[in-house]
C-alpha cells in the first residue's frame, strides 16, 4: 500500500515529492469552472448513488466542497474548451484502451472533437509515449511532432 501511494505522488528514493499532482490541481483550478459547495454537493449525491461502496459523506459530514473553492485566482477559461478549433493543424490523440486515468473513449471523443487522427495503443497503463517501451507509438508520434504527419486511420499499437 505505501509504494503504491508513494507512486502516486512520485516520492523518491530521497524522500521528496513530485510536482505532478500540485500542477494537476492548479491547471484544473485555472481551466475549470468552480462548482458551489450546493452543486459539489448535489454530484457526490449522485456519485454515491452510482457507487455506495464510497461512503462519500463519513468524512465530509454531508457537505461537499471544490478542491478550488479558495484558489486565489479566478478560472481563465470556461468549458466548452473546443468552442473554436479551425485553425488547428491535423491533431494527433493518442488513447490507451486501459488507461486507469483517462478512459479510451475519452480520446475517441477528444480525436472526433479536433477532427484529428486517433492512435489507439492496446494496454493498461497512464501514458504511451516514451513510456511503454512501444516503437510504433514512439515512431508515430516522433512522426507528428516531427513533421505534422499522422499516422493512417486505423493504426494500432500496443504496450
Known amino acids: 500500500m505505501l509504494a503504491l501511494r508513494d507512486t502516486f505522488y512520485a516520492r523518491t528514493a530521497g524522500g521528496s515529492y513530485g510536482h505532478d499532482f500540485d500542477t494537476n490541481i492548479a491547471v484544473r483550478c485555472m481551466d475549470s469552472s468552480r462548482p458551489t459547495p450546493e452543486e459539489q454537493t448535489a454530484l457526490a449525491r449522485k456519485i454515491g448513488k ?15 466542497h471544490s478542491e478550488c473553492e479558495a484558489w486565489p485566482a479566478a478560472p481563465t477559461r470556461d468549458e466548452p474548451w473546443l468552442a473554436d478549433v479551425g485553425d ?29 487522427s486517433l492512435l489507439t495503443v492496446d494496454g493498461k497503463q497512464h501514458g504511451a509515449y516514451l513510456l511503454g517501451g512501444s516503437k510504433c507509438v514512439d515512431d508515430a508520434v516522433n512522426g507528428y511532432l516531427l513533421d505534422l504527419k499522422t499516422p493512417p486511420r486505423g493504426t494500432r499499437c500496443s504496450l
Do not use: C, K, N, Q
Not at 108 to 116: D, E, H, S, V
Open 50 to 64: 452510482a457507487a455506495p461502496m464510497f461512503d462519500l459523506d463519513v468524512f465530509t459530514a454531508g457537505t461537499h
Open 88 to 116: 488547428l493543424p491535423e491533431t494527433l490523440v493518442l488513447s490507451v484502451t486501459g488507461d486507469p486515468a483517462t478512459p479510451h473513449e475519452g480520446g475517441i471523443a477528444m480525436a472526433r472533437a479536433l477532427g484529428g
